[in-house]
């Protein structure tokens, strides 16, 4: 009877174990295709994250490739000299060879249409183009009229060759008489092979970029360079499934706003389109295209789901060898009792030591992707910054030799050039420092020098520099800012030189974003009964712009900035210093307007 009644207790345990791992088959068959649905959809965010950076990335990296022709093209305006047509020229040369990798040639056409030089090109070939009337080209019509840049479309010159051309008008005197323009030709397939070549290997896509008003400066089918995006040329183009979506899409793009969408093609297939506008001058010119295929996202998802499958084949064929165990189970439960518990103890440590890891390699590959981010933006931001001062030294220095290759024993200079190279050398110095200072900050190799000194000594001298520079730079600003400040003698033991450095980039920032109104400085101590630590804290406050809200919760960290006038270093100095100092930082917009910047440090 008792083994009629285990009998029977065996079946139903045998019985159960069957049930249980067909339920188990069945669960993991559901949360394989779940799991298999979000790593899916996982794959196609990170493509379009990596689209939408890129996109960004692409953007800016245009906007610097550019810079320098606007640059060059805005001091030619400024210095073409029709009395010495040689001279001029000698200096189209140089600035053609600063961008030869992107410009095919400079151009100096007269108020009459007529070409008067080509960088680098010699006498008789200039004499063949003299009989060339350009006066109804975009590029000299619109300066002409608006007496400003020009940047064009696509426009095909006499050579069948699609161009990107950039002017600048020749203003004579006060009353800006127009002489001409400087007109600057770049290939087009030069400059999308150039992006293209800048798009990272994991975007596998396309660039393409097209105006404003809808017309293609560049993509991957040539044919459509300088063709409406609704006309039937391009519209032939687009499978006719997509082409409401996708002329919808484009039409979205040429608002001026950046975006991010993705279209369902034929069969299934899904492309993420992104799109970001760019500016220049503060005008929306031309808007940059990224198109990333999802075929990484599609491929992970055929192997995910052969992966489903090979994993409940294997849970069944573990389910069968489990039956069979069941009945040593069944009779040798309590010996194996604890070494099954063994075992599930280390394969859940092995498990956990599997995740750490993962975890440990994720934030690695992150913190390497920041500083690889951080590495190019730093790159982008300090090429900018030096290119911009040494041009115009450059220039300076190119016009005085010039006069002593004429044979002049002494050149005359005049109070302008000297406060440019002077002004320039200033900033190239700046940055230096601020390099140096980075350098420092990041190998913490930042030393304090401190001494007793009076805080109110340094405030006033730090103001008294600011007025010095708007007097040379910018004495419109001067008149219309009021900068206020109560003396007040504080006496604190710190690093002079440093907050000295602070102060002075607190100040400068204010009125950088303050081009009418006032700023107030204002210090005071006030002791912490928690540390039993007397603070000095000092406030600039300004009536200015404020600060960006995108800006503000990165404010402090490096190039923390949306401004081409700067590299964001300072405040991130401005931090480390103070920190070092054992006090803090912080910023906040005003009620009204501009925003209020504050520091504290011990007195003591």
């Known amino acids: ?52 950076i890129e996109t960004d990335g692409l953007s800016k990296t245009l906007l610097h490739i550019i810079d320098p022709v606007s640059t060059n093209l805005e001091i030619l305006s400024k210095i073409v000299n029709y009395s010495n047509i040689e001279g001029t020229s000698i200096i189209m040369d140089a600035v053609q060879n600063s961008t030869r990798s992107l410009t095919e040639g400079y151009y100096w056409i007269d108020e009459n249409g007529k070409i ?70 770049i290939k087009i397939h030069e400059l999308g092979r150039f992006l293209q070549s800048e798009l990272a290997p994991q975007v596998a896509g396309n660039v393409g970029l097209m105006d404003k008003n809808g017309i293609i400066i560049y993509g991957s089918n040539p044919s459509l360079i300088g063709k409406y995006y609704l006309g039937e040329e391009f519209q032939s183009l687009v499978p006719e499934e997509i082409r409401g979506p996708y002329n919808s899409l484009l039409a979205r793009s040429l608002k001026g706003s950046a975006g991010a969408e993705d279209l369902i093609l034929f069969g299934g297939n899904k492309t993420t389109l992104t799109y970001q506008p760019v500016f220049i001058g503060g005008k929306y010119l031309w808007t940059l295209f990224v198109s990333s295929p999802h075929q990484l996202a599609a491929e992970v998802g055929v192997l995910i789901n052969n992966q489903k499958n090979f994993s409940t084949l294997m849970i069944l064929i573990i389910g069968a060898v489990a039956l069979g165990i069941a009945f040593l189970i069944l009779s040798w439960n309590k010996r194996l009792e604890s070494a099954v518990n063994s075992r599930t103890i280390e394969l859940k440590d092995a498990n956990n030591s599997l995740l750490r890891y993962n975890k440990l390699l994720e934030s690695a590959n992150e913190k390497l992707s920041i500083h690889d981010k951080m590495q190019k933006e730093f790159i982008n931001i300090a090429a900018h910054e030096l290119r911009t001062p040494i041009m115009p030294i450059l220039g300076d220095a190119i016009y005085l030799e010039r006069q002593f290759e004429e044979g002049k024993t002494e050149v005359m200079v005049d109070r302008e050039q000297v406060s440019s190279i002077i002004r320039n050398a200033k900033r190239l110095r700046r940055l230096a420092s601020d390099i140096l200072d980075i350098t420092k900050i ?31 730079s910018n ?25 000295t450095q602070v102060i002075f980039n607190l100040l400068s920032n204010s009125v950088k974003f303050t081009e009418k109104g006032s700023v107030e400085i204002m210090i005071k101590s006030e002791r912490d009964t928690t540390t039993d630590t007397t603070y000095v804290i000092v406030s600039i406050k300004d009536t200015g ?60």
């Open 475 to 499: 004495p419109e600003q001067l008149e219309n800012l009021t900068i206020s400040y109560e003396p007040k003698d504080i006496f604190v033991f710190a690093d002079k030189n440093r907050i």
């Open 442 to 472: 990041e190998s913490q190799s930042l030393k304090l020098n401190k001494e007793q000194f009076n805080l109110n000594d340094i405030i006033q001298s730090s103001i008294s520099d600011i007025k010095a520079q708007l007097l040379s």
């Open 1 to 52: 009877m008792l083994s009629i009644v285990l009998s029977r207790i065996n079946i139903f345990l045998l019985i159960l174990v069957i049930g249980v791992g067909i339920s188990l088959s069945i669960l993991s068959y559901h949360y394989s295709g779940l799991t298999a649905d979000q790593i899916g959809e996982i794959a196609s965010n990170d493509i379009r994250s990596n689209a939408i």
């Open 545 to 604: 712009q404020g600060i960006d809200k995108d800006i503000l919760p990165r404010l402090f960290t490096k190039f923390a900035s949306k401004s081409f006038e700067g590299t964001g270093l300072g405040l991130f100095i401005s931090k480390s210093i103070i920190n070092s100092h054992g006090g803090k930082i912080w910023a906040v917009n005003n009620h009204d307007s501009g925003a209020t910047f504050y520091f504290s440090i011990p007195q003591q």
């Open 116 to 185: 008067v030089s080509i960088s680098n090109v010699n006498s008789s070939i200039i004499a063949s183009y003299s009989g060339i009337d350009l006066s109804n080209r975009e590029y000299f019509v619109i300066p002409k009229e608006t007496h400003a840049s020009y940047y064009s479309s696509a426009i095909e010159s006499i050579d069948k060759v699609p161009r990107l051309y950039i002017s600048f008008p020749v203003l004579e005197g006060s009353n800006e008489v127009f002489k001409g323009v400087i007109v600057a030709s």
